[in-house]
């Protein structure tokens, strides 16, 4: 199906937009509930028997303080959810648009292979990074960080080789782009989403929530941060074609960048 160009360009126009805005939105709350976490487990550490932790701040023309809670008690709780789901959907949609209807997807020169193959090559590899990332993080494996991200970007590795080889350079640094943004999206939705129900459905019946489920989605929430800034980055490569994707080497570029956005990520996390 072909979309004339001036629609397509506003489609495009009004759906960058909207990815980058709910993007902002999502790593922002992420990121600022991590930095939370470490100043209220500081805090934690320093109070005194009796004492709750507390962080406080300054912010525009107030001063906040914030408390750790150990059940929800009878506020009205702000989710944070819709955030991950906008801006994957709006991913998507970019994905559509510009690749898999924009003729972006390949490149015969790296390649000769039809649209159909490509976008199932594409859809699939998403699909199927889901499925191993989650069952790694399930095992016993799931539980030592340092192993499971030596593995994990062994794995990431392979598929930035397959990818450049398979795609077009341009497309192959987007879709190792999709697939961060897409383990950070069901992340949120079928893993950390489903374990706060569970513990707030716990203390409604006066049982305390499960640590175990805390300790989980805290996990998953802790790699999406550093997951999101290797995603920024292959988000923005398409801006420096002869540096990253158009290069001999597109896929020791982009090993290399992922490893720097982990490296990154460590940095900001500790700020």
Not at 7 to 23: D, P
Not at 77 to 95: I, M, Y
Not at 179 to 201: D, E, H, S, Y
Request: hydrophobic residues 55%.
């Amino acid at each position: 199906m072909r979309i004339p160009p001036n629609v397509s360009e506003w489609l495009n126009l009004c759906a960058r937009w909207f990815h980058v805005f709910a993007g902002i939105l999502w790593i922002g709350t992420t990121y600022y509930f991590t930095w939370l976490d470490a100043r209220l487990s500081e805090s934690e550490r320093a109070a005194r028997a009796g004492e709750l932790a507390q962080v406080w701040m300054v912010h525009s023309g107030g001063f906040y303080v914030v408390e750790k809670q150990k059940t929800p008690g009878t506020h009205t709780l702000h989710w944070f959810r819709w955030e991950a789901a906008l801006t994957w959907l709006s991913g998507v949609v970019l994905l559509v648009l510009v690749y898999y209807l924009g003729g972006a997807l390949i490149d015969p020169d790296v390649r000769d292979i039809s649209l159909p193959y490509a976008i199932a090559f594409s859809t699939g590899l998403l699909v199927l990074a889901w499925v191993v990332y989650d069952l790694l993080m399930l095992s016993p494996l799931g539980k030592n960080e340092i192993a499971f991200a030596c593995l994990g970007y062994a794995l990431l590795v392979g598929v930035a080789y397959l990818t450049t080889h398979v795609l077009s350079g341009r497309a192959a640094y987007i879709q190792m782009g999709a697939l961060f943004g897409t383990l950070m999206a069901a992340n949120v939705w079928m893993r950390i989403l489903p374990a706060q129900r569970k513990m707030i459905a716990a203390t409604k019946v006066g049982q305390l929530p499960d640590a175990a489920l805390a300790a989980r989605a805290k996990l998953r929430s802790k790699q999406n941060t550093f997951m999101v800034v290797p995603a920024v980055f292959t988000m923005i490569s398409n801006h420096f074609p002869t540096a990253t994707y158009g290069s001999r080497y597109n896929w020791l570029i982009l090993s290399a960048l992922i490893l720097v956005g982990w490296l990154a990520a460590k940095f900001i996390r500790r700020a």
